[in-house]
């Protein structure tokens, strides 16, 4: 038991998020997929969103079939249109919105070069990634209570920069301080709002990507764990900005990346 004025009970349990519900954006696969699952075993309502109704679909499948309470709705995030009318659906069935994790995101061309790069696509990355977030936060938060837990999916591209990664790296950049500016903003209504910083994890964002084996190589080369991410190793610290045990975390990063920014 910690003493942090509420005095919760933290009992190391599957139901660390009992009563919550959940909205993850992204959550067809990887990261967003693990964490739908989490957060349903530890006993949240979770709402997963994204573009491909299959993906979407399946992982509501899974999880129901284990006895989890989740439904999917179709939504770009970075359209203010798809963002009202999935924070209303949330709403309708399950009366309020606890858990806010704005996890969905593009890449672009991780290799090209800065006069390569598209005014067009660089704006893309940046209203999936930045606007996004931004227009998920100004969306939830007026049914949001206090002890309610917003967590941005950034990326060690929003620690360091990199070549070639230039959109990916201002939009990750830019969430970083989107939460730190939201942490500041939501503190007096007592919303928490943290990002994390996954290194590189096996998903389909980089499995699919051009060059992928050389990136791989790349980036497992330069983390000193030696090994890509599970996406429940990003799970599960998603678990922990999301519950009660960092009750006095807000404005913060948690950085997952076996290492890579230590250098
Ligand atoms: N995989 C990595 O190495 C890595 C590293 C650092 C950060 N991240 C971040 O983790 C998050 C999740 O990525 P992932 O690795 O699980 O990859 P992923 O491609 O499996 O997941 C991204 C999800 O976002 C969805 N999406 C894309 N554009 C969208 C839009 N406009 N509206 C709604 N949904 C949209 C996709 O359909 C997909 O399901 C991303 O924000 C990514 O930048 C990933």
Known sequence: ????????????????????????????SGIGEATAKLFTSEGASVMITGTR?????????????NGGNTLYAI??????????KTIQALINRFGKIDILVNNAGITGDLLASLP???AEEFMQVLSTNLLGPFLGIKTAVPFM?????????????????????NAY?????????????AAIELAKQGIRVNSIHPGYVETPMVQDMRD?????????????????????EMAMGILFLASEESSFMTG?????DGGFTAF
């Open 116 to 118: 390569d790069r598209t």
């Open 169 to 181: 790296t201002a939009s990750k950049g830019g969430s970083r301080m989107l939460s730190k500016g």
């Open 1 to 28: 038991m910690i003493n942090n004025g509420n005095t919760y009970n933290l009992q190391l349990t599957r139901s660390r998020l009992k009563e919550k519900v959940a909205l993850i954006t992204g959550g067809g």
């Open 212 to 232: 992928a084996n050389a990136f791989r190589e790349m980036a497992v080369g330069s983390t000193p764990l030696g090994r890509g991410a599970s996406p429940d």
């Open 75 to 84: 939504q770009d995030v970075s359209k203010e249109a798809d963002w009202e």
């Open 53 to 65: 109704e299959e993906k979407l679909k399946k992982v509501t499948k899974d999880i129901q079939s």
């Open 252 to 256: 913060a990063e948690l950085i997952i």
């Open 145 to 165: 209570q206090k002890g309610a837990s917003i967590v941005n999916v950034s990326s060690i591209a929003g620690i360091t920069g990199n070549a070639g990664g």
